[in-house]
């Protein structure tokens, strides 16, 4: 995992063509300054369509991830938050492990002041299994949007 410490200079993917990397453990997640640092304010990133296989049975597993953050010093570089959670594709992991990967990930390479992510998954074996996670409370002062993401109902 790449963390430029000196802004867009030390992008490696940005702006270029770039391989989708095999499995998250290959992708290089990257990050720049903030541009507002000192002041609160919520990041959020959707991924509507995200995949990963069941380790089991090898099927897919379909997922709604939302995830919000307060920056510190630092804001995960889109492009590269992209092709990272794409990287889970052909990765067998349970629900609950690769929602957590990537939170924890994200705190690792940003020492967010707040994060959190909601994981909506599709039934497997006809039961939805959401997974939520937080670092700590929010912080005060900062509108911390609703997820807005329905239970899953099935038809009807």
Same mark, same amino acid.
């Given at each position: 995992?790449?963390?430029?410490?000196?802004?867009? !200079? =030390?992008?490696?993917?940005? %702006?270029?063509?770039?391989?989708?990397?095999?499995?998250?453990?290959?992708? /290089? @997640?990257?990050?720049?300054?903030?541009?507002?640092?000192?002041?609160?304010?919520?990041?959020?990133?959707?991924?509507?369509?995200?995949?990963?296989?069941?380790?089991?049975?090898?099927?897919?597993?379909?997922?709604?991830?939302?995830?919000?953050?307060?920056?510190?010093?630092?804001?995960?570089?889109?492009?590269?938050?992209?092709?990272?959670? !794409? =990287?889970?594709?052909?990765? %067998?992991?349970?629900?609950?492990?690769?929602?957590?990967?990537?939170?924890? /990930? @994200?705190?690792?390479?940003?020492?967010?002041?707040?994060?959190?992510?909601?994981?909506?998954?599709?039934?497997?074996?006809?039961?939805?299994?959401?997974?939520?996670?937080?670092?700590?409370?929010?912080?005060?002062?900062?509108?911390?949007?609703?997820?807005?993401?329905?239970?899953?109902?099935?038809?009807?």
């Amino acid at each position: 995992m790449t963390r430029p410490d000196d802004g867009s !200079t =030390s992008l490696t993917q940005l %702006g270029r063509q770039v391989a989708q990397p095999a499995n998250p453990e290959d992708a /290089t @997640l990257e990050r720049v300054p903030s541009p507002y640092q000192g002041r609160l304010y919520m990041v959020r990133f959707t991924a509507p369509e995200f995949t990963s296989l069941c380790p089991i049975t090898g099927q897919p597993d379909f997922a709604h991830i939302v995830i919000d953050y307060v920056p510190g010093e630092w804001i995960v570089e889109s492009k590269s938050l992209k092709l990272y959670l !794409t =990287s889970f594709r052909n990765h %067998g992991s349970f629900h609950e492990a690769c929602s957590l990967q990537i939170a924890t /990930t @994200l705190v690792d390479l940003l020492s967010p002041v707040w994060l959190r992510i909601g994981a909506y998954w599709y039934p497997r074996g006809g039961m939805p299994i959401d997974v939520f996670w937080q670092t700590d409370e929010p912080p005060k002062g900062v509108w911390i949007a609703d997820q807005n993401v329905p239970n899953y109902r099935g038809r009807g």
